[in-house]
């Protein structure tokens, strides 16, 4: 479907009584995450992403731990620059959301390939050996033997 028609038919759809909230919502969301990402500093801008306001508490998901901890160092200046934009935020409630899929395609698909391409070396091969060697009989030895056998390389 071409985006003329896909607009076309977003245009339609948000005129009608039930859908013009959720769309001007949607909208609304979208204007306050380009604002949000101009305010926050340029490197972190891409690893977050801003929920609702509720009560004040304005929801903020970020990539990962470290995201989150310069984030709640920022907090005091950022609280204070949505204010001057008249948002009505009295604090944050930051939430980690990793990513669970690699952003670009072909760099996942890479990433398998190489994945089923290792080979365990030689020296790797007979450490695992001596390691199974001077183990007693377990469910550990048989792992480390099969896991060993798996991977000779030929």
């Not at 004040?56 to 620059?81: C, D, R, T, Y």
């Not at 790797?124 to 991977?151: M, W, Y």
């Amino acid at each position: 479907m071409s985006p003329y028609k896909i607009d076309s038919y977003f245009n339609i759809l948000g005129k009608s009584d039930e859908y013009a909230r959720l769309f001007a919502l949607a909208h609304r969301l979208h204007e306050n995450q380009l604002l949000f990402k101009k305010l926050i500093p340029e490197q972190l801008a891409p690893y977050c992403t801003i929920g609702q306001i509720s009560s004040g508490i304005l929801v903020i998901l970020v990539e990962n731990g470290a995201i989150a901890s310069k984030l709640k160092q920022i907090a005091p200046s950022l609280l204070l620059k949505l204010q001057q934009h008249g948002w009505k935020v009295t604090s944050f409630q930051i939430l980690v959301q990793a990513k669970h899929t690699a952003s670009d395609p072909k760099q996942l698909a890479t990433c398998r390939s190489k994945n089923k391409n290792i080979k365990l070396s030689q020296t790797g091969q007979n450490c695992l050996a001596q390691l199974a060697a001077s183990l007693p009989n377990s469910e550990l030895r048989d792992a480390i033997q099969s896991f060993a056998k798996k991977h000779r390389s030929n």
